[in-house]
């Protein structure tokens, strides 16, 4: 028969993560917050991806359109194409189109308040991107931490001590939450600033049609100011 060693305690077989589902179990209680937050984050994500589009925002075209309506029909004809062709482009450029005839800082004042308007409400779903790029890592610390407690509680009593396997299967399982909560908020973080950079080149595409609606507006009122009637 067989010895055994006397009162050595039985060590578990390190638990094998053969994949992302064995991982995600194996992670502990706070992978189901960490999970909900890349939920959350895909959601958004799509979301974003379909309002953001240039077909949603304001095409060149359409912007062209505007300026061709204007130097044709005046704005009037530019003012119908903005109301029919409802877009943050057309409702920036319409703002002008509006006050045509009071004083050019009005015109201004006007434009931009309706551009800021635009940009708040295309960038208010991007920030639980932030959010989520802030907190899916600082719920993997804990994640780590907690699990950090627990492997080193079970050495202590298990009277595991000399026995590495114990501990570093403990902390492998443990470091599954910061890997976890890393994959989420670095794709969060790029996704946003990648929205960013669209509504950035909205707002500079936005600029440019102005300036150019500005000019036809100056070429539409000029003439007509110098023909001694009221625009």
């Not at 204007?70 to 189109?97: F, H, M, Q, W, Y």
């Not at 006007?110 to 779903?125: F, I, P, Q, T, W």
């Not at 100056?218 to 001694?228: D, F, V, Y």
Request: aromatic share 6%.
């Amino acid at each position: 028969m067989n010895a055994t060693p006397f009162n050595e305690p039985a060590t578990a077989a390190p638990a094998e993560l053969d994949s992302v589902f064995d991982m995600v179990i194996n992670g502990g209680p706070l992978m189901i917050p960490i999970a909900l937050c890349s939920v959350v984050a895909l959601a958004y994500t799509v979301e974003r991806s379909i309002r953001l589009r240039a077909s949603e925002l304001g095409t060149p075209k359409l912007g062209k359109d505007v300026l061709d309506a204007v130097e044709s029909g005046g704005p009037t004809g530019g003012l119908a194409v903005c109301e029919n062709r409802d877009k943050p482009l057309t409702r920036i450029l319409g703002a002008g189109l509006a006050r045509f005839g009071n004083s050019v800082l009005e015109v201004e004042k006007a434009v931009e308040d309706a551009g800021e308007r635009e940009v708040r409400r295309l960038s208010a779903n991007l920030r639980p991107l932030v959010l989520i790029g802030v907190i899916a890592p600082l719920l993997g610390l804990l994640g780590t931490v907690w699990g950090m407690i627990e492997a080193f509680s079970s050495i202590a009593l298990k009277g595991g001590l000399g026995k590495p396997e114990l501990l570093a299967s403990g902390i492998s399982q443990a470091l599954i939450t910061t890997a976890a909560g890393l994959a989420i908020a670095i794709p969060a973080q790029a996704v946003y600033y990648y929205f960013r950079g669209r509504i950035d080149r909205f707002v500079h595409r936005s600029e440019d049609f102005y300036l150019q609606l500005e000019e036809k507006l100056n070429a539409w009122k000029h003439p007509r100011l110098e023909s001694g009637t009221t625009p």
